[in-house]
């Protein structure tokens, strides 16, 4: 990991960190989350200057399509616990889609290794080896 770009590493491991321990949170606040991630993702991966396999640069894309769309969708209702009958289906669309993405932007994250052990190690003071 190039230390010029530490600080980037360390917010997006942290705004996982985060996700993890806000998956009861509202949807909206999931979803805004989960493109702060996707951004930090994308922001680093482009700024690497390491080439980024085709099919990854159109997850990327496939991630800010969702994203987009997860926004799109969102009425407040869905996050109101007396609504949540009325809101079960279109709720649970969009749920699914949050975990494909989820999903997609932790494939990146792995795959180019944008966050390592020294990382995590920092964030939560345990050592991950």
């Known amino acids: 990991m190039n230390n010029n770009r530490a600080g980037m590493p360390f917010i997006l491991a942290s705004s996982l960190l985060a996700q993890n321990n806000h ?6 606040a999931r979803i805004n989350l ?8 994308r ?11 085709r099919e990854d640069l159109e997850l990327m894309e496939t991630t800010t399509l969702n994203i987009s769309a ?5 009425e407040p209702f869905m996050d109101d616990p007396e609504g ?4 079960g289906d279109k709720r649970k ?7 494909i993405t989820r999903y ?10 944008l966050i390592d ?7 939560q003071g345990v050592d991950w080896e």
Do not use: C
């Open 23 to 28: 998956l009861d949170d509202s949807l909206l």
């Open 34 to 41: 989960t493109s702060l991630i996707s951004t930090i993702t």
């Open 43 to 53: 922001a680093i991966l482009n700024a690497s200057g390491k080439p980024i396999a």
């Open 70 to 74: 997860l926004r799109d969708s969102y």
């Open 84 to 87: 949540a009958q009325a809101s």
């Open 93 to 99: 669309t969009s749920e699914k889609l949050l975990d």
């Open 104 to 113: 997609g932007i932790i494939f990146l994250i792995t795959k180019y290794e």
């Open 117 to 123: 052990s020294n990382v995590m190690k920092t964030i």
